[in-house]
Nanobody
Framework: QVQLVESGGGLVQAGGSLRLSCAAS????????MGWFRQEPTKERQFVAATDWSGAYTYYSDSVKGRFTISRDNAKSTVYLQMNSLKYEDTAVYFC?????????????????WGQGTQVTVSS
């Protein structure tokens, strides 16, 4: 079992920055691949970023590459999403998720546990 709790969302002006955190409980965190997804109202949840168990390998959607950075601290059982140069279109609920197995790291169906989400609103 892995429980995930996101924090750090809020309201920010376009061009600003936010850092999201996802605190995990459970023994599987250090061996899990971790991802961030986001969802706008009436739209499907979409992949944003992910990292392997060590943090050495990271993956990003084209829409955030170069602006967002995913990282993890296994000693603190926490994964982060640093978001810079935020745009209005980044507005969404952001979810972290844990993948305990294999399969495409980009596909939400391969993630086993999800947080409750945190709202990020970027004003234009």
């Amino acid at each position: 079992q892995v429980q995930l709790v996101e924090s750090g969302g809020g309201l920010v002006q376009a061009g600003g920055s936010l850092r999201l955190s996802c605190a995990a409980s459970g023994r599987s965190f250090s061996s899990s691949r971790m991802g961030w997804f986001r969802q706008e109202p009436t739209k499907e949840r979409q992949f944003v970023a992910a990292t392997d168990w060590s943090g050495a390998y990271t993956y990003y959607s084209d829409s955030v590459k170069g602006r967002f950075t995913i990282s993890r601290d296994n000693a603190k059982s926490t994964v982060y999403l640093q978001m810079n140069s935020l745009k209005y279109e980044d507005t969404a609920v952001y979810f972290c998720a844990a993948n305990l197995g294999w399969g495409s790291i980009y596909s939400l169906s391969n993630y086993d546990y999800w947080g409750q989400g945190t709202q990020v609103t970027v004003s234009s």
